[in-house]
């Protein structure tokens, strides 16, 4: 039920000559993966899964096995949910501030040991340093925001009674149980450990579903949670097959947190409307980036590279649709395409990679299937549209393609992949249009010098986030304010109030005091209705709400 990564293939018969982008030096004395993924790094970490099986995971860089890993059962799922229920009883007891400070310890290790995380993101996506530190960074603001407002967040709150003065209410925020988390493959620190951190500081334990091919990222911040503080039973883990194991996580929850394709999104939906529960859903997108007439192309240019490129392009807000002003078209084609065959590929554990590696072979094969039927449709291939196997068995070379119209399925299916589609356009109303023209909704990006127009713009987008003059950095970033899907794009929200609250069931405790709401006071019924109405009638003239 959940969209795990087939296992990464070995290198085969050489594909199509190196394109264009040249190979980010690899440096001296660099770590490998057995310098990394030790015997006894493996032992310490798997002591957070409840598993009796035996699997493994893979390195999308060669394909190799990083380590075996215990593999869950049902039965091991079930027994996971019991451990949780324990661990949560006593952990709701404890006070919320204290909840918060196991994350803003959290926050300090995760930083200075960050070094160790970026190996284990790179070993297991693929993904360039650079991009496995866009993780750290946002799980440590996530980590910072809660640890410093889930009180706020969670305090009771007063409103004001039925009857003011005589009518005391309060609005207490209680934590919902278990939380059964199911996380995806391709930020699996941030979509893992980072979702679950305002769960578990509302007072929920949390059974969290890792895809097995990045687990061990997920395991290492459990470790570093526990470390931080946060009893081990707390934040049991689960591993296996999607299809096994995720129905079992959605069986045994109070509330389920999924992030992951639309199609695996509503079986979730699905069984947990069957058991009456809430659900949160971050699911696919087609995401658009408009350059306006007006805007720097210069600028322009390089934000695109970020939006589309990011991770390879394996995030659910990255740009797949580029619409450009035909009057800028040119200028801004010639700096992008420059730019995006500049691009340094590499899969060294350091900096210096503009981009990694596809994660897995479903995704390879979709990219190259979209744009190998683009091309034969009528596309042309402005950058990239090559494999790089002599990089390593998953490497696809940033790919800029023209000429893209239905029925390919690039125009309209999710990629998600180093892909971008440029389109052209003359009306502003018309290519608003066209950018809301999909069935999802999660992001969208508008390049424009006025402010005020770009967030006129941004205004009529139907996505749940809009960034201006960036792709997507600024509004995922800002953790004090929801983010989340429209459409098919997802349910709910993270980050912000919504973000934990979520996780909590509201309860509303009303004091009635001195005066009965119905007759009293030697009240016929009709009497009080009169003096009901009157008091109606003067709390709307006082404004009362």
Known sequence: MTDSQPTAAPAGPPGPPPGTN????????????????????????????????????????????????????????????????????????????????????????????????????????????????EEVQAVALAARHYGRR??????????????????????????????????????????????????????????????????????????????????EDVLPMVLGDGPVVGPEVVRGADYVSFTGSTRTGREVARGAADRLIGVSLELGGKNAMLVLRDADVEKAAAGAVRACFSSAGQLC?????????????????????ARTRGMRLGGALAYGADMGSLAGERQLATVVRHVDEAVAKGATVLAGGVARPDIGPLFYEPTVLEGVEAPMAVCAEETFGPVV???????????????????????????????????AVAARLRTGTVN?????????????????????????????????????????????????LGPSLGMDDARYAALMTTGLKAMKVLRLR
Do not use: C
Not at 77 to 91: E, P
Not at 425 to 445: K, Q, R, W
Not at 470 to 483: C, D, L, N, R, W
């Open 22 to 133: 040249p190979v980010a030096a690899f440096p001296a004395g660099a770590r490998t993966a057995a310098d990394v993924v030790t015997p006894e790094v493996v032992a310490r970490l798997v002591r957070g899964v409840v598993g009796s099986g035996r699997t493994a995971n893979h390195t999308p860089f060669t394909g190799e096995v990083l380590a075996e890993l215990p593999e869950s059962t049902p039965e091991d799922v079930a027994a996971a949910f019991d451990r949780a229920r324990a661990a949560q009883r006593i952990w709701a007891a404890v006070p919320v501030r204290e909840r918060a400070a196991v994350l803003l310890r959290f926050h300090d290790l995760l930083l200075d040991r960050q070094a160790e995380i970026l190996d284990l993101i790179q070993l297991e996506t693929g993904k360039a340093r650079l991009h496995a530190h």
């Open 421 to 455: 589609s440029v389109y052209r356009f003359t009306d502003e109303d018309e290519v608003i249009g066209l950018a809301n023209a999909t069935p999802y909704g999660l992001n969208a990006s508008v390049w424009t010098r006025d402010g005020r127009r770009g967030h």
């Open 150 to 231: 889930a009180a706020a967040y969670l305090g009771p709150k007063r409103h004001t009674g039925v009857i003011p003065v005589l009518t005391k209410v309060t609005e207490l925020r209680q934590p919902r149980g278990v939380v059964g988390q199911i996380a995806p493959w391709n930020y699996p620190l941030e979509l893992s450990v980072g979702d679950a951190l305002p769960a578990l500081a509302a007072g929920n334990a949390v059974v969290m579903k890792p895809d097995t091919e990045t687990a061990l990222t997920a395991l290492w911040a459990r470790d570093l949670l526990v470390e931080a503080g946060l009893p």
């Open 317 to 337: 807000i990255s740009v797949e649709r580029l619409y450009v002003h035909e009057s800028v078209a040119a200028a801004f084609l010639e700096r992008f395409v």
């Open 468 to 516: 201006i003059n960036e792709g997507f950095a600024p509004a995922y970033g800002s953790v004090q304010a929801p983010m989340g899907g429209m459409k098919d794009s997802g349910l709910g929200r993270r980050h912000g109030s919504e973000g934990i609250l979520k996780f909590t069931e509201a309860q509303t405790v009303a004091h009635q005091r001195l005066l009965a």
